[in-house]
């Protein structure tokens, strides 16, 4: 029986995951649950699943979390520290499901006790990659990828000699506002970049898909995850997100891998691996699907491409930088306080005034470097903000 930990348990991720163990109660054995607000659905699922310990990221929602497992025999736990130490109970297979940076420090402990970190939260690599590499070589710890398209790239890498890859490319449905006209994105929504043409997904990566911000993390994080360097590192729109990502090789062959838009097969892929099991993923009719379309995004619609281009030049810092200047920027678009083409704007902006203040660090850095970056960025963007406000 694998003993398996769930951070994020209540969003999107979580709940697939969860859904996966409901279907093999005999492989599974869930040591901790955490969450956030969702105090009923954390509660109700540490019940169902029999975990050992229930946390919530929040202190104040900590005898609320207590009230709904009276009785269960489930620990309940708040807070950061709380958080950390659920990843860092022994367990086989951490699952890292929280929503941004939050999702670094839980995902780091998982590393160092030895867990096996299932990676949904793509921020932990955009904002600290080479340190959570170097802390899964030191331990001894395996990293596999949940982001669809990385998980994708694994398997087409399977048993191939990574100095034979000469490209890998990242698929993009293109968002919400693929087809708008591009001076119709200035009057775009939060409702309206909510909605996403085929994936279901938490409100923070479906907005962050319709300005591909969440390609451009996806860019950054596989230039982490496996080491390719940025030029060989491509995106195509693909509206139809059955193609999830391609690898190019010396001898002019391109391994694709093609799937339902469901993150159960590569939440499911991750749980299982290095063996295959069966998933209630639907099987694909090509015939019935007659067409794949594809086509190079245009950087007009997309400048949050242009962005992960730059802080992969930059390096050192610029990932923690570029993340936490996008979240806050995603915010002030929830609140309405910015235009849907203006994230990308601040986040230029971030980039600029904050730069020159890390790049001495840009050669390696620790973790409190990144925590200081991602603290910094977040102040500056609402500067900006409120410099626009103004
Ligand atoms: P959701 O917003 O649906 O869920 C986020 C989870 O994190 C919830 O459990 C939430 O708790 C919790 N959470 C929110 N804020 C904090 C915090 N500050 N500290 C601790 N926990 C917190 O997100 P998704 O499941 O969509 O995405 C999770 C991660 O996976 C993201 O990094 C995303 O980019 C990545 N990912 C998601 C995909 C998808 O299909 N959804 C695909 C590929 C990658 P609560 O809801 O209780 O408040």
Redesign the pocket.
């Known amino acids: 029986m694998k003993r398996i930990s769930i951070l994020?348990?209540?969003?999107?991720?979580?709940q697939s995951t969860i859904d996966l163990v409901r279907r093999d109660r005999e492989g599974f054995d869930v040591v901790a649950l955490?969450?956030?607000?969702?105090i009923a659905?954390?509660a109700a699922d540490a019940r169902e699943l029999g975990a050992a310990l229930a946390v919530t990221?929040h202190d104040e929602l900590l005898d609320d979390l207590r009230a709904a497992l009276a009785g269960s025999g489930v620990e309940a736990a708040a807070g950061a520290t709380a958080?950390n130490e659920a990843a860092a109970r022994p367990a086989d297979w951490v699952m890292s499901?929280?929503?941004?940076a939050?999702?670094l420090a839980p995902g780091l402990a998982a590393l160092g006790q030895g867990a096996t970190l299932a990676l949904?939260?793509?921020?932990t690599l955009v904002a600290a990659g080479p340190l959570v590499m170097a802390a899964a070589r030191d331990s001894g710890a395996q990293v596999l990828p949940?982001?669809?398209e990385h998980s994708a790239i694994f398997q087409a890498l399977r048993g191939e000699d990574p100095d034979t890859v000469e490209r890998v490319v990242i698929t993009a449905s293109g968002g919400a506002f693929r087809d708008w006209p591009l001076e119709r994105l200035a009057t775009a929504t939060p409702a309206e970049a909510a909605t996403h043409p085929n994936?279901?997904?938490?409100?923070?990566?479906t907005i962050?898909s319709a300005s591909m911000f969440?390609k451009a993390?996806e860019v950054i994080e596989a230039k982490e995850f496996f080491g390719i360097h940025p030029d060989r590192i491509e995106v195509l729109v693909h509206p139809e997100s059955l193609v999830h990502a391609l690898v190019g090789f010396r001898d002019g062959a391109m391994i694709a891998h093609v799937g339902p838009p469901d993150?159960r097969h590569a939440i499911g892929h991750a749980m299982y691996w290095p063996r295959r099991s069966d998933l209630p993923v639907a099987r694909l009719d090509l015939a019935q699907v007659g067409q794949l379309s594809f086509h190079a995004p245009d950087p007009r619609r997309y400048p949050a491409l242009g962005l992960a281009r730059q802080v992969m030049a930059e390096g050192g810092l610029a990932g923690a930088i570029f993340n936490a200047a996008k979240e806050r920027a995603l915010d002030h678009f929830i609140a309405r306080h910015l235009g849907f083409c203006h994230m990308s704007e601040v986040v230029e902006d971030v980039l600029a005034r904050e730069m020159p203040a890390t790049r001495p660090n840009a050669a390696g850095f620790s973790l409190d470097d990144v925590f200081e970056a991602d603290r910094r960025a977040r102040l500056c963007a609402d500067a900006v903000v409120q410099e626009r406000i103004e």
């Open positions: 994020g348990a209540t969003g999107s991720i979580g955490t969450g956030g607000r969702n659905r954390l990221a958080l499901a929280i929503v941004g939050a999702g949904a939260n793509k921020e949940v982001d669809s994936w279901d997904m938490g409100q923070r990566i962050d969440n993390l993150m």
